[in-house]
């Protein structure tokens, strides 16, 4: 693994302070979290900083309640909480592996990096095929699964915990040296695979609220893999509503998986709400994401069928909606 | 309370002597040790013998054999304190790191490696240049060497390598290294591979097949072959694709290498076949064998991918010696990828064929392989691939094409199950769906088409026990079979899988033909009543250690912890062919089993001595000889053996064992043939998801015919292992190729080993056929159970979908991409209103009920028949069993050849014979 000089934080200030002086002698870093995403990824030598700012020791960040769940949460606790909305807690215990999930926190969930076959390789791999866009390496190369464009990196989000966050109508609060602000979860990601989300230099998520409404919605977390433990999502999707009298009043679809960021479908649900008519809605739902989705050649399963599977999790994860 | 009745503990405690003094005979006159449910009744034992008795059966003591036994090793692994290859550590040691190969074919036109040798830490560089000689595991095919001569192969082939003081140093010097390649055109498709090439990847001289990559090709024919087209009622055809699997073993490879001062190299190294490394090392280090003592190291898994000799092997030796310092190279897992030696992607076509009587007219199989991009065992494979799949079932005629080609990946070799699997799947798959055509019931079917024990199969294998008659009514009436195969809903299905496995290769790959042994023990006791054993069997953590223990601990009638195995050095081991093929339980327990009949002999005629009891009334009990009939007389096991050692000091013998002569004279007759081959039958039982086509495994059960279980509780390991192993071939485990022939995953991410949640629940049945060759009747387990998982699968999954598979793994976008079809072709417009594979018997159901129990009389007869005559296969077509079928018919041919008119219309890989041999153009 390269080198990398460890700081560890006890404090957010304390942490910018770090930051201040890295940036004073011109040195990058990266911030690290439970290091499940980041580390493997510095052993193969892909974008690494000389420096790693953990935010392990800093307390403020691990906190875990109805509407607030610090950044530092460790996935294994929120899947163990019995206080926080369920689908939260299941869409955490489907992540990865339970070791693995010891360790992964939701902050590194939600900021988790893209994934690409041409691109989670080691170095050696990557430099047999002369690097590709996300990690050029000075080279200036293409991206491997859509070349000839040169701008765009359609590496895959392949985190679990985004769909279920942004349909609860989650707020994500992030912090730097310049300041506090916060966004809605849904218009935290931003395109493209390198972008990926709105985080600024320097700044970092602190943790999340939930409003207060949340325990309204029901639904289900539906995933596609490969097999039943360590998988990264194939595709996933979060189906929630609120009960009506006769079917749901209020109705909210995103995806993961399948494109660079997860997506919130509100058209596409809108749509639904407004002519509900039970199972030929949600038949017409699952079609409608699946057509909204365009899942490109980088992960395990072929696209077509990660498109198709789609509709197939929509369906399933809409089950619930018959039992109004 | 006094120690004294329990001191008939063997274990030497700190400060005590728990041991009897010496000669005294100890406090009881039999030990627990002796249990009389393993004495087989032909000693007047309890231990029934439905198939008879067994030559070693006087020998057993009840001690051991039959016991479930915890590993003799297994309390170095649970504690942490078994050092694999990267644990060795020795003084001074340097670490080397591989310069390799970013293009899968190449021209190396310069090496530079002056910047890494002025960096500070380096202590030595080596390229091809510094070893010229050219090595591989079969003799006939030395096409490797430690780094590239001329051209690199594959992505991950071997350039140079570096040795320095540290990891990073010697990264560093690896990115240093400048390496001018000239790219070639590479081969990724294995189709492309028999066509001519203008840069053939290898080049064999003279033996040459055209200017093609075709590296090895085997044509078959046998049988009635002319007429098992015409005389067929039911036809399977199905073209396979395969794709290829790695070991996925724990350990990656790990080698340190030290030349001592006196100028002798050891090499440290997990390997399955430290025999062949000692003979390479020789041959590219340049050095006489006697130089060299390789030391195997705990092996943290094999399954085949540690048998060949291997270039990083080489090169630790060359840069231990180049520095003067020991060296020691670990691989990542990327790395092991790039080794690999997995089982090759194949493309199978099968064609199976049966007639009105229900009996397999023909079986016609053609498969190409893809070697990647060296020979390794693919010679072999190419044969395995056809011969293995000529039984249990008794034919009316078999046509094998074969071809292996070279192509730019990492090059394939023997796995677990080698050759036999990928064309035992498609063979196993064709019968269901023959059985289904024919309206009779799959286990039926096979029931009324087995040879039958000691007989021979249609390419002239010598057959002696077999255990698959047992093994089908067993898993059927474990499954509940006949309640539920084309009962349940759609979704759910129920399949059937056999298999048929070598018990050790009968020819030896390296061997001056025929003398020498294929397994040596030696065995020494001293005074202290221990015994040591020497072997050269290398333990794999598939338990030789403890089985060579537990024969000898048997015929001696003593306590396993009495015997120490020594296995790890060529300097202190009898040469052993090592563990490949499933040998090792059949060959080196024979030949275990003869070295203590030796020191059984000793001890039984001092004991004579002492008592003035004839020898033949004397039997061993656990630490303890005595009159067979009169109990009381008899002298203790030390005091005997200090009888033995007068004037003469420690016992030793030693003993071997060679395989009989057998098998037909045509070319390539050898190959497959065996002392003895396992049986088993397998049935799974799944859940198909129709809408997402992912296939989870419910239930498994699992029966083997291993001969004997020597060890039960390994056998049913091995069987349990086996079908994870077979599981993630079946189901999810794949090399993933990118469109430029990338290898996508060479990581234990993206190469999906199932975890536990896919695991499902596995019935081990153990079935004993007593092999009367075999060491106390045992064959193999190690290999053979895992071929009938994959077919049972695909049979489940046509069970409960009513798809036919065809490739593997059956991953949910492959079978789910079936399902669409089908739907289409149905016009019907979900998966979940498809239609359920159904069965109503046809008449041919109770003929066939009525010759699978004749059949069954018939085999029994033979197993207790004192004399048993010949069994040729055909007999069940209206030949004479006595006579090959060859001598009796010229309908019944042998060819190896093929002729001009299949020639003007090869199969696949049988257009491999379109090549000529440069040799044969010539002139
Ligand atoms: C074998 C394996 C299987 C996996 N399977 C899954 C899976 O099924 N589903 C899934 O979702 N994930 C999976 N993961 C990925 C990963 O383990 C999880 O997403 C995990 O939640 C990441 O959290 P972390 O704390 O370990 O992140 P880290 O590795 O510490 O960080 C990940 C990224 O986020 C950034 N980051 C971390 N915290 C913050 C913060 N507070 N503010 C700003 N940036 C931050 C880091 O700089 C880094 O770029 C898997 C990983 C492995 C190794
Ligand atoms: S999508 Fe393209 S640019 Fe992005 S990681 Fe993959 S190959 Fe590279």
């Known amino acids: 693994m390269p080198p990398f000089k460890l700081h560890t934080p006890s404090s957010l200030d304390e942490a910018f302070e770090i930051v201040n002086i890295l940036r004073e002698q011109n040195l990058d870093y990266d911030w690290v979290a439970g290091g499940t995403d980041l580390i493997p990824n510095y052993k193969w030598h892909i974008n690494t900083k000389s420096n790693v700012i953990s935010l392990s020791k800093i307390e403020e960040l691990h906190k875990i309640s109805k509407n607030h769940i610090g950044a530092m949460a460790r996935l294994y606790d929120i899947s163990q909480s019995s206080e926080i909305h369920p689908l939260i807690a299941k869409s955490a215990s489907l992540v990865a592996s339970v070791m693995i999930r010891r360790s992964a926190t939701l902050g590194g969930n939600i900021c988790l990096d893209t994934r690409c076959f041409w691109f989670n390789q080691s170095e050696e791999w990557r430099e047999s095929i002369d690097y590709c866009h996300k990690c050029d390496c000075g080279t200036g190369a293409d991206c491997r699964v859509i070349p000839n464009q040169n701008t765009l990196c359609v590496a895959t989000y392949q985190a679990d915990m985004a769909p279920v966050l942004m349909c609860l109508g989650t707020t994500i609060h992030m912090s730097s040296p310049e300041g506090n602000r916060s966004v809605p979860m849904k218009d935290f990601f931003k395109l493209d695979g390198i972008t990926k989300n709105i985080l600024l230099e320097d700044e970092l998520v602190t943790h999340i609220t939930l409003p207060d409404d949340v325990f309204e919605w029901e639904g289900d977390y539906q995933k596609l893999t490969q097999r039943d433990s360590w998988d990264f999502p194939e595709a996933g999707v979060a189906v929630l509503w609120k009960k009506g009298i006769k079917g749901p009043s209020e109705l909210r679809v995103a995806t993961t998986g399948i494109e660079s960021i997860p997506r919130f479908h509100s058209e596409e649900s809108q749509k639904i709400i407004e002519t509900w008519s039970g199972s030929d809605s949600i038949e017409e739902l699952a079609e409608s994401i699946r057509k909204s989705v365009k899942p490109v050649l980088n992960t395990w399963f072929q696209p077509s069928y990660r498109r198709k599977m789609v509709k197939v999790l929509s369906r399933r994860a809409s089950k619930g909606l018959l039992e109004i | ?923």
């Open chain 2, 1 to 923: 309370m006094s120690n004294d009745d329990e001191m008939v503990g063997y274990r030497q405690q700190p400060g005590k002597l728990p041991f009897s003094r010496p000669g005294s005979g100890g406090k009881n006159q039999f030990s627990q040790l002796r249990d009389i449910q393993l004495i087989p009744e032909s000693q007047g034992g309890k231990k029934l013998q439905p198939r008879g008795s067994h030559r070693h059966d006087e020998l057993i003591s009840g001690t051991s054999i039959g016991r479930p036994t915890a590993l003799v090793d297994s309390k170095w692994k649970v504690t942490g304190k078994a050092n694999y290859g990267d644990d060795i550590r020795l003084n001074n040691e340097l670490i080397g790191k591989i310069v390799r190969s970013p293009h899968h074919y190449a021209r190396v036109l310069s090496i530079d490696i002056s910047k890494a040798v002025e960096l500070e830490g380096v202590i030595a560089i080596a390229t091809g240049a510094d070893a010229q000689n050219s090595f591989g595991v079969l003799p006939v095919t030395k096409d490797e060497h430690a780094m590239a001569i001329e051209k690199v192969r594959h992505k991950g082939d071997l350039v140079a390598c570096v040795a320095a003081i540290d990891e990073s140093t010697a990264l560093e010097a690896v990115r240093l290294i400048e390496v001018e390649y000239e790219v070639l055109d590479s081969i990724h498709d294995m189709r492309k591979g028999l066509d001519d090439s203008k840069y053939p990847i290898h080049d064999r001289g003279q033996y040459h097949i055209g200017e093609s990559n075709v590296q090895k090709r085997v044509f078959q024919e046998f049988g009635n072959i002319s007429e098992m087209v015409p005389n067929s009622i039911a036809n399977h055809k199905s073209n396979w694709l395969f794709a290829g699997v790695n070991h996925g073993f724990t350990e990656p490879h790990a080698v340190v290498a030290n030349w001592d001062p006196s100028g002798r190299l050891t090499l440290y190294t997990p390997q399955q076949v430290p025999h062949y490394v000692h003979r390479a090392l020789a041959d590219v280090l340049e050095i006489p064998m006697h130089q060299i003592n390789v030391y195997r190291t705990f092996v943290g898994g094999g399954f085949g991918g540690k048998s060949d000799p291997f270039p990083h092997e080489m090169c630790a030796a060359i840069l231990a010696r180049k520095s003067g310092r020991p060296v020691r190279i670990t691989f990542d897992r990327e790395e092991v990828f790039w080794v690999n030696r997995g089982r090759h992607p194949s493309r199978i076509e099968m064609d199976i064929h049966a007639d009105s009587h229900g009996r397999l007219c023909g079986v016609q199989t053609d498969a190409l392989i893809d070697g990647g991009a060296f020979a390794s065992f693919g010679h072999v494979t190419t044969y395995y691939n056809g011969v293995l799949h000529t039984a249990p079932y008794e034919l009316g005629s078999f046509h094998y094409t074969g071809a292996r080609v070279w192509t730019n990946k990492p090059a394939s070799g023997a796995m677990r199950g080698h050759g036999a699997v990928n064309s035992r799947c498609a063979v196993e798959v064709g019968l269901d769906d023959i059985a289904e055509q024919l309206s009779v019931d799959p286990i039926t079917f096979r029931l009324a088409n087995l040879l039958p024990p000691y007989s021979a199969t249609i390419t002239g294998f010598r057959i002696t026990s077999i255990g698959m008659r047992e093994c089908l009514e067993r898993v059927k009436i474990a499954s509940d079979w006949d309640n539920k195969f084309r009962q349940l809903p759609l979704g759910h299905g129920i399949g059937i899988g056999c298999g048929f496995f070598i018990s050790g290769s009968g020819l030896p790959i390296h061997w001056d033909p025929n003398k020498f042994p294929h397994a040596t023990v030696h065995l020494k006791i001293d005074m202290d009543g221990g015994v040591t054993i020497h072997t050269g069997a290398a333990d794999i953590g598939q338990g030789s250690d403890t089985v060579v223990a537990q024969s000898v601990a048997e015929v001696l009638g003593l306590p396993l912890d009495m015997i120490r195995v020594r296995s790890r050095e060529t300097d202190t081991s009898p040469v052993d062919l090592g563990s490949y093929s499933s040998r090792v339980t059949f060959m080196n327990a024979n030949a275990a089993i003869s070295a203590a009949m030796e020191i059984r002999k000793d001890l039984l005629k001092a004991a004579s001595k002492i008592t003035d009891t004839e020898m033949n009334k004397l039997v061993i009990g656990d630490r303890r000889i005595f009159d067979k009939k009169d109990p009381a007389v008899g002298v203790s096991y030390l005091e005997a053996l200090h009888k033995a050692q007068e004037d003469r000091g420690a016992l030793t013998s030693s003993g071997s064992y060679r395989t009989p002569p057998m098998g037909r004279a045509h070319k390539g007759a050898a190959a497959g043939l065996a002392p003895a081959y396992s049986f088993s039958a397998y049935v799974a039982e799944v859940k198909v998801d129709m809408e997402t086509g992912q296939t989870k495994v419910l239930e498994v059960w699992a029966a083997h015919d291993c001969g004997k279980a020597l060890n039960p509780l390994s056998v049913k390991g091995q069987i349990i292992g086996s079908c994870h192993m077979g599981l993630g071939q079946v189901l999810s485990e794949e090399m993933k190729y990118g469109r430029g022939g990338e290898l996508l995953n060479p990581d234990l991410l993206d190469y999906k080993i199932p975890s536990i949640h896919e695991m499902p629940k596995v019935n081990p049945i153990i079935v004993e056929s007593n092999d009367l060759e075999g060491p106390f009747g045992a064959k193999e387990a190690g290999e053979g159970p895992l071929l009938p998982i994959l077919p049972a699968v695909c049979n489940a999954v046509y069970d409960a979908s009513g798809i036919r598979v065809n490739e593997l793994p059956i991953t949910g976008d492959r079978l789910y991409k079936e399902i669409e079809k089908k739907c289409k072709k149905l016009k019907i417009n979900t998966p979940l209103n498809l239609p359920n594979p159904s069965l109503e018997h046809s008449d041919l159901q109770s003929i066939l009920e009525i010759r699978a129990s004749k059949h069954s009389e018939r085999d029994m007869q033979r197993i207790m028949a004192e004399e048993k005559t010949p069994y040729h296969n055909g007999a069940l077509f209206g030949m004479d069993p006595e006579i090959p079928g060859d001598e009796q018919d010229s309908k019944w041919e042998i060819r190896v050849v093929p002729d001009e008119e299949y020639l003007s219309n090869p199969r696949l890989a049988g257009s491999a014979w379109r090549h000529i041999e440069r040799r044969k153009r010539e002139g």
